[in-house]
């Protein structure tokens, strides 16, 4: 019984460095070290010693060390799922948020504009703190982006012109479009609302 419990033990803690020690009985013990005086052999494990007649040992075998685990990979989310994520959690169709983002930044997260605008969905410094979001944060710029992208459509939801409204806003910002009473007459907006709606239609299959 003794030998039963102590081979059991010594299982158990298999899993360390040190050796096994062969026995004429066909067990093996585990043992951090071992030394012969004489007749005996004495195991040393776990801080305790056994001593066992040096005739019932065949053999001594090596514990092979089991390496640790490597540390688990983190998965960055790509940024096509961050889009989807923030439109979804927003309420908008995920192929509108991607549009406004490829007119934007052309899907460059390092992208700042001659204004000051910053990432993928480049956001002027004032509106990031006021969606409380660090505008070079991949993450944070899309979903503070995308919030101020619905905010802008709620704000012209009875509008006919809802969508080119928000889209104009978005671009020069609400002033100008409350200023002319619609969509500004600037170039610049008038060709990215276009780019924005080509791709989302192309995208939609509408």
Known sequence: MILRLVVLAALSGSCFAGEYAVLASGFRL?????????????????????????????????????????????????????????AKRNGLPVEFVKSVVAAE????????????AIGLMQLMPATAREYGAEASDRRQNIEAGTQYLRDLLLKYQHDDHQVLRALAAYNAGPGAVDRYHGVPPYRETIEYITRVLRKYTKASGD
Do not use: M, W
């Open 105 to 116: 930044s052309a899907f460059r997260a390092d992208a700042v504009s001659p204004k000051g």
């Open 30 to 86: 585990h043992a951090d070290r071992h030394e012969t005086d004489g007749s005996i052999v004495r195991l040393y494990a776990n801080g305790g010693v056994t001593e066992i007649p040096a005739p019932q040992i065949t053999g001594f075998e090596a514990d092979e060390v089991v390496p640790s685990a490597p540390p688990p990979v983190l998965q960055v989310p790509n940024t096509e799922d961050l889009i989807a994520d923030a």
